[in-house]
């Protein structure tokens, strides 16, 4: 079955303790990215990548790393969260190149608290 | 820049009624666009899309939407609600291209729709 898969679902935490939200997809596509949804604002893009070893800043970046080393796998890395990052994150991947639509595939989400 | 607004953070319905959600976009380049359901505790679906072609989009589970560039549009309806309808409804817009920005969704702050018998 084609998905994209998070892990942990929720997750609480306490401030400065850093924690890794994982993502893999089995669906070999080059585009994969993060977003976090809050009330009020929808989903904002956290960060993206194109492919292996190519990553870049979306649209509200602070706080986060990411990292690319497999085609599959899109790792988002809090190294000192703090209760601001309380959200809902969600992972996604497409394709890229012609006839791509743009369409993203979302995994079911990860659910952070920070006290 | 490109940015969507959705008219109504909540939207209440009898079963069996129509309904209708508002997107407006602005985009300075053809839109691709997007809408996108989320039932409780899930991620997000896609219901349908618009890229080129046909401006009447139809949709799963009996939904459609319609591009109007004069208006710069996207509502999305359907014509008899169903209780299994409520959830939170994204609609979204892409830039387009081959170098990513096809991809780059930006979203409306979602509508909920709430079905009551």
């Known amino acids: 079955e084609a998905q994209v898969t998070q892990n942990p679902r929720y997750l609480i935490t306490v401030t400065g303790k850093k924690l890794t939200v994982t993502c893999s997809q089995n669906m070999n596509h080059e585009y994969m990215s993060w977003y976090r949804q809050d009330p009020g604002l929808g989903l904002r893009q956290i960060y993206y990548?194109?492919?292996?070893?190519?990553?870049d800043k979306g649209d509200v970046p602070e706080g986060y790393k990411v990292s690319r080393k497999e085609k599959r796998n899109f790792p988002l890395i809090l190294e000192s969260p703090s209760p601001n990052q309380t959200s809902l994150y969600f992972c996604?991947?497409?394709?890229?190149?012609?006839?791509?639509?743009?369409?993203?595939?979302f995994g079911e989400g990860s659910r952070l608290t920070v006290l | 820049a490109q940015s969507v607004t959705q008219l109504g953070s909540h939207v209440s319905v009898s079963e069996g009624a129509l309904v209708l959600l508002r997107c407006n976009y602005s985009?300075?380049?053809?839109?691709?666009l997007f809408w996108y359901v989320q039932y409780p505790n899930q991620g997000l679906q896609l219901l349908l899309k618009?890229?080129?072609?046909?401006?009447l989009v139809k949709g799963i589970n009996g939904f459609e939407a319609e591009f109007k560039k004069s208006e710069t549009s996207f509502h999305l309806t359907k014509p008899s609600a169903h209780m299994s309808d409520a959830a939170e409804y994204f609609c979204?817009?892409?830039?387009?291209?081959?170098?990513?920005?096809?991809?780059?969704?930006?979203f409306g702050a979602g509508t909920r729709l709430a079905v009551h018998p």
């Open positions: 618009y890229t080129t072609g046909a401006t």
């Open positions: 990548s194109m492919n292996v070893e190519v990553t």
């Open positions: 979204a817009v892409s830039r387009g291209g081959f170098s990513g920005g096809y991809n780059k969704l930006i």
């Open positions: 996604a991947s497409s394709l890229l190149g012609q006839g791509n639509t743009g369409e993203l595939f």
């Open positions: 985009s300075s380049v053809p839109p691709y």
